[in-house]
């Protein structure tokens, strides 16, 4: 209420007025982060203090965590060769509901409230700070620009989609057209060849019908249903950027402390994380039916995100201040932006996207019973992890 009245008087205001009025807001918000009153307050936080211990367990967190991501990231693109892990199995469904459900939870209790107790935090002075929201403002805007991105890249991906298709329907022709042709002037004495073109006539009609065909029906090759890979492609790298951005905050905020209390926890608890975290986007860029290059090179990145981090934070542990003003509002809003990406992901591309196929309400009441449960299970594990990290 207090921001909306300081935010009134401008509607009656002039544009240089206005101007000048942004100019004095944009000079507040950079005295505020070059502020250092509060620069030593985390250092005086010797509770449970170690630095050796606490430099054991960020080799053990570095270690556990790398191995985990890895895993976790790994598991639906090599298990996809295998029966009971393959896209559209059982298992597969299950998992990655219960994945979904922990990627929900990390936007809703981990990234969200991280991002307003930062914002919020008496270090920061209370104007602008502490007169708006900022947290759930940036949550919402990142939540609109990845709907925005998400539709523009399918759309890239559709039109590139849909022009392979043309071009190998026209090269099928092609050969449609050489195979007619050559048996045709051979003369009558070549019966031997009409038969190998008629073949050949044929097996590319069979090509080009096998190519215009699409599940859905639409002309264009391009699937609306279940095996939709151009909106997979995309889904999987929004994911994967949404993951990347708070598992950088992670992996600093872990580097840097000092307080044994404080890694030994979360070494399991991001473990666990990190792993299921990672097969949700695995089997987003295994349904998206990426070549071996990219699917490593997005799996690569995502494993060594979080572990890259914790070096950074182990490096940086004698000079960076996480209390400092410039640290809270940079970690702010990247934890509020990671929020919104996350949240959006997860309702909207992992769990809707899934439940509401043809194949999941095709399927029996049992599946759709435990991918509910494996939804609900991965929302609450997470949940209550917060109580220790």
């Known amino acids: 209420m207090a921001f909306y009245e300081v935010l009134r008087p401008l509607l009656s205001l002039p544009l240089d007025r206005l101007h000048s009025f942004f100019e004095t807001l944009i000079q507040q918000l950079s005295r505020s982060l070059a502020n250092t009153e509060c620069a030593a307050d985390g250092a005086q936080s010797t509770g449970c203090r170690d630095d050796t211990v606490a430099m054991r367990l960020k080799v053990v967190a570095f270690l556990a965590i790398l191995v985990a991501s890895a895993a976790g990231v790994a598991t639906p693109l090599v298990g996809r060769n295998w029966r009971f892990l393959a896209t559209g199995s059982g298992a597969f469904v299950l998992t990655k509901a219960f994945a979904a459900g922990i990627i929900l939870a990390t936007g809703f209790v981990h990234m969200l409230p991280d991002g307003e107790e930062a914002l919020a935090n008496h270090c920061l002075p209370s104007w602008p700070w502490s007169e708006f929201p900022f947290a759930g403002f940036m949550a919402m805007a990142a939540a609109l620009g990845t709907l925005v991105l998400e539709f523009l890249g399918t759309l890239f991906y559709e039109r590139n989609h849909r022009t392979q298709r043309k071009e190998t329907m026209a090269e099928a022709a092609a050969v449609d057209e050489e195979s007619v042709a050559g048996p045709s ?7 031997g060849m009409h038969i190998v073109g008629t073949h050949l006539h044929r097996h590319s009609h069979r090509q080009v019908a096998h190519v215009a065909a699409a599940p859905s029906g639409r002309a264009d090759g391009y699937d609306q249903g279940d095996d939709n890979s151009p909106r997979h492609a995309v889904v999987s790298q929004i994911l994967e950027l949404g993951i990347v951005s708070h598992s950088v905050i992670i992996g600093l905020s872990l580097g840097v402390s000092q307080s044994p209390c404080t890694i030994r926890p ?8 990190q792993f299921f975290e990672g097969f949700a986007l695995g089997g987003c860029i295994s349904q998206a039916q990426f070549g071996g290059m990219a699917a490593a090179t997005m799996a690569i990145f995502f494993a060594v995100t979080t572990p890259v ?3 950074v934070g182990a490096v940086l542990s004698s000079s960076y201040n996480p209390d400092s003003p410039r640290a809270l509002v940079v970690e702010g809003l990247l934890d509020s932006v990671s929020a919104g990406i996350l949240i ?21 009441a049992r599946l759709q019973g435990f991918s509910c449960l494996a939804l609900f299970l991965g929302a609450m594990s997470m949940s209550l992890l917060a109580l220790w990290a």
């Not at 002037?185 to 019966?191: K, L, V």
């Not at 979360?266 to 994380?273: D, E, I, K, R």
């Not at 959006?344 to 029996?364: K, Q």
């Open 309 to 311: 981090g914790i070096a």
């Open 344 to 364: 959006y992901m997860a309702l909207v591309d992992l769990i809707a996207a899934d439940f509401h196929t043809h194949s999941m309400r095709s399927s029996g």
């Open 185 to 191: 002037s051979a003369g009558a004495e070549e019966d």
């Open 266 to 273: 979360l070494v399991a608890a991001l473990s666990f994380h």
